[in-house]
């Protein structure tokens, strides 16, 4: 009898330490989220530098400049930010289709000219979109192209991973698309007959245009029924806190005038 009542006894007190230790974990685990969740931004800031992924083919948004450093709206944008969030702005150039795979190792964030996609969402979070966008097309001076139509069945020249890319090769029937890891490279082709036309964003088209003039002529993507796009910052995927920290700097930016003179400058 004894010892069937020790043995009940045991059989209680480690019913109670398993339930102990299991709700420990638990309310453990849920902190442990909460508390990863409230010190992401301090994580990826905690070494007072900003580590920022680019991609420098992308007039005027990026591109190289004299002395061989990334420059541009986007770079001078992510600069200011960095003032607010009172840390160092690294640039890191790299390609284009290679940014997104980059966050969370090789860097913190990307800014590049990058379109708001839900492709895109699927592996990275976004901050408040900071300006708007359409495609342009590219042709050479004479071109018969006008319409959607006419871009049917055409070789089209575009930036690998860009909208443009995504345009030609889901949307438009029948076309070979050509891909370059730099929009000037798809350019330099259309000059040479190697592609019919260039699909590539507003502004790197404006001064693609200008750069070439007389002999390659930019066309509003509104001929070509594309629709308006959103730039945005890349963001580490779940990281709520690096988001509203961003997000709060690009507001003040907005409303203190730095934005507006960024746009003076560069666009």
Not at 55 to 79: C, M, Q, R, S, T
Request: aromatic fraction near 8%.
């Amino acid at each position: 009898m004894k010892k069937l009542l020790a043995l009940f006894l045991v059989g209680v007190m480690t019913t109670c330490m398993l339930t102990a230790c299991g709700s420990k974990e638990t309310n453990g685990a849920a902190g442990s989220d909460a508390a990863q969740e409230e010190a992401g931004a301090e994580d990826v800031l905690a070494d007072g530098v900003l580590t920022v992924g680019t991609n420098a083919e992308f007039p005027p948004f990026e591109f190289v400049d004299d002395n061989g450093e990334p420059d541009g709206f986007d770079i001078a944008l992510i600069k200011a930010i960095g003032e607010k969030l009172g840390v160092t702005v690294e640039v890191e150039n790299m390609e284009f289709d290679s940014l997104v795979s980059s966050i969370g190792s090789k860097i913190d964030v990307a800014i590049a000219g990058m379109t708001v996609t839900d492709e895109r969402k699927g592996s990275v979070d976004f901050s408040s979109p900071y300006y708007e966008a359409v495609q342009y097309v590219i042709v050479p001076a004479g071109s018969e192209i006008a319409t959607a139509e006419d871009l049917v069945g055409k070789t089209i020249g575009v930036q690998l991973g860009t909208t443009g890319d995504f345009i030609a090769s889901d949307d438009i029937a029948d076309t070979t698309v050509n891909q370059y890891n730099k929009g000037v490279d798809a350019v330099n082709d259309l000059l040479n007959g190697r592609v019919d036309c260039v699909i590539i964003d507003k502004n790197p088209a404006l001064v693609f245009a200008s750069k070439f003039e007389g002999q390659v002529v930019a066309l509003d993507g509104a001929q070509f029924e594309f629709g308006v796009e959103e730039y945005a910052i890349a963001l580490p995927k779940g990281d709520t806190a690096l988001a509203e920290k961003i997000n709060a700097a690009l507001e003040e930016i907005k409303a203190d005038g730095t934005f507006d003179k960024l746009v003076e400058t560069y666009i």
